[in-house]
């Protein structure tokens, strides 16, 4: 069974500074996707990673993947508080079937 | 705008109730997955339709089922409603030039009292 476990769940951060979202998943997949949602509202697509060692960048979001780790990052440089939000990572098990992390809420304080 | 609309936005219903969702998305887009998305957690797959037939289902019971019609809009019909069905309802869609992509709707959030 897929599995796919993020880190941290929650996470509070100043203005102005640099993390990192993992996302570990269990069986191999070669598509990884994260989504941002805002609260009350439906999921907005960030970036769709499909090979080995790809890096995709917008904004402020980076994102990369390790297929041979099984292992996604989300990298925010220099945070504002517009990027304050859950963000999910998705692994697909089959044709769009996506199964989802438990997700990363992030809170940027000013 | 993703194009993808979900309909109704709300609703409650009580126990052992029945309930029809709707989704329609753009022309094109011949895939469409269902989620359920319970407060606090990621979205869980429920199943997913492709040219109308049922194309792999998630750890649902068979009291979940759905449709997709020509015209690319889907339903999602939940039988005896229980009060763990409240979440929200996403449904998502691929298709067109875009096939890496699943667009997700704005959802339906269901109560069950």
């Known amino acids: 069974e897929l599995k796919v476990e993020q880190n941290p769940l929650f996470l509070s951060m100043q203005e102005g500074k640099n993390y990192t979202i993992y996302c570990n998943y269990s069986?191999?997949?070669?598509?990884l996707y994260w989504y941002r949602q805002d609260p009350g509202k439906s999921l907005e697509s960030l970036f769709v990673?499909?090979?080995?060692?790809a890096v995709k960048q917008e904004g402020r979001l980076m994102a990369s993947l390790d297929t041979k780790a099984r292992l996604s990052t989300l990298h925010i440089t220099a945070a504002v508080h517009d990027l304050s939000a859950t963000y999910f990572c998705a692994v697909e098990r089959g044709a769009q079937k996506l199964v989802f992390g438990q997700g990363t809420r992030l809170t940027i304080n000013p | 705008e993703t194009g993808v609309t979900q309909s109704p936005t709300h609703l409650i219903k009580t126990r052992g109730q029945q309930v029809t969702l709707r989704c329609s998305s753009q022309s094109g887009h011949n895939t469409v997955s269902w989620y359920q998305q319970a407060l606090g957690q990621g979205p869980q797959f429920i199943f997913q339709y492709y040219r109308e037939e049922e194309n792999g289902r998630g750890n649902f019971p068979p009291r979940f089922s759905g449709l997709q019609f020509p015209n690319y809009s889907s339903e999602l019909n939940v039988n005896a409603l229980e009060l763990d069905d409240s979440a929200l309802y996403l449904c998502a869609t691929t298709g067109g030039r875009h096939t890496d992509t699943q667009y997700f709707g704005p959802g339906t959030r269901l109560t069950v009292l």
């Open positions: 069986t191999t997949s070669d598509r």
């Open positions: 990673l499909l090979s080995n060692g």
